[in-house]
């Protein structure tokens, strides 16, 4: 069945570094769109950073332009979210998805959490 695990998520101080990783089985990685989204407490989810089929292209959030990189290794089954610079606000539970388009989604990870905070 399909399934994407989220994981690299934890506690960092503002400034600071994380990866997360996203990896999938039960479907061929380079046929899809892998989408990162994010999610606060009362708030909907919103779109992060999306890599196209193949990582033809990718893109971001005004919020994260400059700070997040996305990729893939389709050999690894795994789509990874680079963050730098972290700030507060980017505190939320991170999931991968299959898709970009949050309304198109039918599988998505359990999250991970990132939480920057001092």
């Known amino acids: 069945q399909v399934q994407l695990v989220e994981s690299g998520g934890g506690l960092v101080q503002p400034g600071g570094s994380l990866r997360l990783s996203c990896t999938a089985s039960?479907?061929?990685?380079?046929?899809?769109?892998i989408g990162w989204f994010r999610q606060v407490p009362g708030k909907e989810r919103e779109g992060v950073s999306c890599?196209?089929?193949?990582?033809?292209?990718?893109s971001y959030a005004d919020s994260v332009k400059g700070r997040f990189t996305i990729s893939r290794d389709d050999a690894k089954h795994t789509v990874y979210l680079q963050m730098n610079s972290l700030k507060p606000e980017d505190t939320a539970v991170y999931y991968c998805?299959?898709?970009?388009?949050?309304?198109?989604?039918?599988?998505w990870g359990q999250g991970t959490q990132v939480t920057v905070s001092s």
């Open positions: 039960g479907f061929t990685l380079d046929y899809y769109a």
């Open positions: 998805a299959r898709d970009c388009v949050a309304s198109r989604v039918n599988y």
């Open positions: 890599s196209s089929s193949r990582g033809g292209s990718t």
